[in-house]
């Protein structure tokens, strides 16, 4: 006979021990995702894995006759792997698209995002971002010779397209309240709507669109800039050690002109 007390025991301790593994499961997540900061993950396996855009003309585009990503994220994010891992070609590409990149980064699916991502107080409450490794600023594209000629011209009736996810397709919004805002997947959807006259006007930031013009110099920017988008490399929130790798890392970039080197290759305006 089976003593009735002695599976009553049983029970308890078989749920007792899933409550700690559940326990156990829990601190795992807690850091990132597997147990480690994601920093011993990236030297463990011997690359870091960067979200970066792959339809964003000099920043993370992707060249379809050799297949790989180029631009200025690209260019950081290798020189960034060579400072921290002694080799730029440690680095593996995902790519991302303004809305993608934060979930993302949760699932643990990248290690970090360099993908023209403004650093906001908003973001912060859910990544942490390095320092500025670039300046940007809103701005708006037209087709030449359009009557927009800034976002005063923005009026009921006007219609403006911006990327899901990304600081454009908000802050437009408060600028200019009455007109109507299309938001797009992408970049290169958003710039396609243009080109097919969905809308008068495309808007996020400027070095993105001097890509654009780069591509069809029958289009221009106007109106300057009206807002500021600080770009930082956002990580895992709790990463503070990669966080500080990185920024050391920017930092050697910047005072051995590496950096610059980067930036006037590929930013002209
Ligand atoms: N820098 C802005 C942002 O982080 C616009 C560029 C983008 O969509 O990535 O949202």
């Given at each position: 006979?089976?003593?009735?007390?002695?599976?009553?025991?049983?029970?308890?301790?078989?749920?007792?021990?899933?409550?700690?593994?559940?326990?156990c499961g829990g601190e795992k997540t807690s850091g990132d995702g597997?147990?480690?900061?994601?920093?011993?993950?990236?030297?463990?396996?011997?690359?870091?894995?960067?979200?970066?855009?792959?339809?964003?003309?000099?920043?993370?585009?992707?060249?379809?006759?050799?297949?790989?990503?180029?631009?200025?994220?690209?260019?950081?994010?290798?020189?960034?792997?060579?400072?921290?891992?002694?080799?730029?070609n440690k680095v593996q590409f995902k790519e991302v698209t303004s809305k993608t990149r934060m979930p993302l980064l949760q699932n643990g699916d990248i290690d970090a995002i360099i993908a023209t991502m403004t650093i906001t107080d908003e973001r912060k409450k859910e990544?942490?971002?390095?320092?500025?490794?670039?300046?940007?600023?809103?701005?708006?594209?037209v087709k030449k010779g359009s009557k927009i000629t800034g976002i005063q011209d923005l009026k009921k009736g006007t219609k403006v397209?911006?990327?899901?996810?990304?600081?454009?397709a908000i802050n437009i919004r408060e600028k200019a309240p009455d007109t109507t805002v299309l938001e797009f997947e992408n970049y290169s959807e958003a710039f396609a709507a243009l080109k097919s006259k969905q809308g008068d006007a495309l808007t996020t930031d400027d070095a993105i669109l001097y890509g654009m013009v780069d591509e069809d110099p029958s289009y221009e920017l106007v109106g300057g800039t009206f807002t500021k988008?600080?770009?930082?490399?956002?990580?895992?929130?709790?990463?503070?050690?990669?966080?500080?790798?990185?920024?050391?890392?920017?930092?050697?970039l910047k005072d051995s002109g590496k950096y610059q080197e980067i930036h006037d290759k590929w930013i002209k305006n």
């Open positions: 006979m089976i003593n009735p007390k002695k599976i009553f025991k049983l029970a308890l301790i078989s749920m007792m021990a899933v409550l700690i593994l559940a326990g597997k147990g480690k900061d994601v920093l011993a993950q990236i030297k463990d396996r011997g690359k870091i894995i960067v979200g970066v855009k792959n339809d964003t003309r000099l920043f993370g585009l992707k060249n379809p006759s050799t297949g790989k990503v180029e631009g200025f994220d690209i260019d950081i994010a290798k020189a960034l792997a060579k400072e921290i891992l002694g080799d730029e990544v942490d971002f390095t320092d500025v490794y670039f300046d940007a600023g809103q701005s708006l594209l397209l911006a990327v899901k996810g990304s600081t454009s988008e600080p770009y930082g490399i956002a990580v895992k929130k709790g990463n503070k050690k990669l966080v500080d790798e990185l920024n050391k890392a920017l930092k050697k």
